[in-house]
C-alpha cells in the first residue's frame, strides 16, 4: 500500500464525516492480513452494525482495540467476554488506558465475575490490576477461591462488613492476611505492632499504622524507615518535632507535608522541593482529591508539593483554582492545564508556549478552555510555526488564510490547515496526495464523500 494512501486511510478513520457504508466497508477490511485503522474501530457512536461487523472481525487485534476502547459503551465491549482469544478477554478484562479529564466506565459486575473465573491466568490477572472497577465488584471478590481476587478486595476495605473484614485478616493465605492487616493497622494499634515485626510490612506499617508510644518511640530510634515513619498520622507531636530536624532532608520533607501543621510551623521546617516532584507522593491530599475540605488546605499552603497536589484535582472550586493560578509554578501550571477543566486561558497559553510539541497539541485540541477567538489576528504571522498552527483554530480565520496556511514552512502548521473544513476543496484534493497532509487531509470533514470512496479503492480497502 502506497504511504500516502494508508495516511489518508487513517485519516478518513476518525473522519467525523464518515457515512456508515464506508465505515462498515472500512471496518471489514482484513485482506491479506490487513487491520482497519485504530481510529475506526474506536470512533465514538459506532452504530450496531459497526459493532456487529468489529466483533465478528477474523483479525484478534480489531477486537482488541475495540476491547480497549475509552468511546465505547461497556455493554457494547462485555460481549468480547466470550471471545476465543486470551488476548482480547485480557484487553476487556484491563480496559482502556486511564486518561487525564476522562471517565470510563466500568463493565458490569457480571461480566467481571465471569472474567475473573476466565479459564486463562492472563485474563484473571488483567482483571485484578483494571483501574475501572466498580467498588462493589471489588468488595464481592472478599469469599472468591483465589487468593489473589481475596487480596484485591482489600481495596474496599471501608465498605466490607466487619464479618467479611475478619474473615480476610484470618484468611489461609499469608499474603492476604498481610494484605487486610495493613489495611486494619490504621485503626488497630495491636495489628500494627505485628505487622513492625514483618520486615515485608514494616514500613508501610509506620506509614499509616496505628502507634502506640512505645512503639513509636521505638521506630524514632531504629530509623529503620524514617521518612515513611515522618509520615505517620498517628506520630505523637514531640516526635514529629524531633523528625522535623532530622538530618536527613527526606525525612524534613515528609514532616512538612503532614496535613496537622499550620502554616506557620510547616514553613518553618528546612525542606527542599524538587523542581519536578508533582506531588504524587501527598496520600492525604491525592486519597481526598474529591473532598473540599483537603482541597482547600492543600492549595491554600505554601508548600509548593501541597499546592501540586492539590492541582491534580478536577473538584478544584473556582476560588481555589484562581489563587493557584496565580501562583508562578511551571509544574503547577502544568497539572492545572492537564487535569482542570477550566484552567483560565493565560495559563494554558503559558503552558503551551513552555512546553510545545505533542503535548501542547494535545492540550490545544482536547481542553475545553483552550482559546480560539483573535488566534488568527495574533499568530498567522508569527515567528514560530507551533503558533502559526494556532491561527487554524480561530473561527474568524478565512479560507484565504487556511489555504495559505497548509502551505507553511512548518508542518504541523500545515497539517492543521490541511483538516480544517474551510480549506478551498480543491487545496484539500491536493493535499490527499501529499504525504505529510494526506492524514489530515483524510479526516477534513469537508471531505467528499467521493473523494473517501476513492482513498479507499487506492488503499486496497474491497467494496
Request: charged residues 25%; aromatic residues 4%.
Amino acid at each position: 500500500m502506497v504511504a500516502f494512501y494508508a495516511s489518508a486511510l487513517d485519516g478518513i478513520a476518525r473522519n467525523p464525516a464518515l457515512p456508515t457504508p464506508l465505515l462498515l466497508r472500512l471496518l471489514a477490511f482484513d485482506e491479506g492480513g490487513g487491520h482497519p485503522p485504530r481510529d475506526a474501530v474506536q470512533r465514538a457512536g459506532l452504530p450496531e452494525p459497526a459493532v456487529g461487523v468489529i466483533l465478528a472481525h477474523p483479525n484478534p487485534g480489531v477486537r482488541i482495540d475495540f476491547a480497549m476502547s475509552a468511546r465505547a459503551e461497556p455493554a457494547q465491549r462485555a460481549r468480547l467476554a466470550d471471545d476465543p482469544s486470551p488476548k482480547v478477554r485480557a484487553a476487556l478484562a484491563y480496559g482502556p488506558e486511564r486518561l487525564p479529564r476522562t471517565t470510563v466506565e466500568p463493565l458490569p459486575d457480571a461480566v467481571c465475575a465471569r472474567l475473573l473465573d476466565d479459564p486463562d491466568p492472563s485474563v484473571r490477572a488483567a482483571l485484578l490490576n483494571s483501574p475501572h472497577l466498580a467498588p462493589s465488584f471489588v468488595a464481592s471478590m472478599a469469599a472468591h477461591h483465589d487468593p489473589e481476587a481475596r487480596r484485591g478486595a482489600v481495596r474496599a476495605w471501608e465498605i466490607l462488613p466487619p464479618g467479611e473484614q475478619a474473615a480476610l485478616l484470618a484468611d489461609p493465605d499469608a499474603e492476604v492476611r498481610r494484605a487486610a492487616a495493613l489495611r486494619e493497622c490504621r485503626r488497630d494499634a495491636r495489628v500494627t505492632a505485628e505487622l513492625l515485626r514483618d520486615p515485608e510490612s514494616a514500613a508501610e506499617a509506620q506509614r499509616c499504622g496505628l502507634l502506640v508510644r512505645a512503639d513509636a518511640e521505638r521506630c524514632v530510634a531504629e530509623r529503620t524507615h524514617p521518612a515513611a515513619l515522618a509520615e505517620n498520622p498517628s506520630l505523637p507531636a514531640d516526635l514529629v518535632e524531633r523528625l522535623a530536624v532530622d538530618p536527613d532532608e527526606a525525612v524534613r520533607l515528609a514532616v512538612s507535608l503532614r496535613p496537622e501543621l499550620d502554616e506557620t510551623r510547616r514553613m518553618a521546617i528546612d525542606f527542599t522541593a524538587g523542581d519536578f516532584d508533582r506531588g504524587d507522593g501527598v496520600r492525604w491530599v491525592r486519597d481526598g482529591l474529591a473532598d473540599p475540605e483537603v482541597l482547600r488546605r492543600a492549595a491554600t499552603s505554601a508548600h509548593p508539593l501541597l499546592q501540586r497536589a492539590a492541582a491534580r484535582s478536577p473538584h478544584l472550586p473556582p476560588d481555589l483554582l484562581r489563587l493557584l493560578a496565580r501562583v508562578e509554578d511551571p509544574v503547577l501550571e502544568n497539572l492545572l492545564g492537564i487535569y482542570h477543566p477550566d484552567t483560565p486561558e493565560e495559563v494554558l497559553m503559558r503552558v503551551f508556549a513552555r512546553l510545545g510539541g505533542t503535548f501542547s497539541a494535545w492540550m490545544a485540541e482536547t481542553h475545553p478552555r483552550f482559546p480560539r477567538e483573535g488566534l488568527a489576528a495574533r499568530y498567522a504571522d508569527h515567528p514560530d510555526g507551533n503558533y502559526r498552527r494556532l491561527a487554524v483554530r480561530d473561527p474568524a480565520a478565512t479560507p484565504e488564510l487556511i489555504e495559505r496556511l497548509s502551505h507553511d514552512p512548518a508542518v504541523w502548521t500545515r497539517q492543521a490547515a490541511a483538516g480544517d473544513p474551510r480549506l478551498p476543496l480543491h487545496r484539500l484534493r491536493e493535499a490527499l496526495h501529499v504525504p505529510e497532509l494526506a492524514s489530515s487531509a483524510g479526516a477534513n470533514p469537508a471531505l467528499p464523500e467521493a473523494e473517501m470512496a476513492a482513498v479507499l479503492e487506492r488503499a486496497g480497502v474491497p467494496a
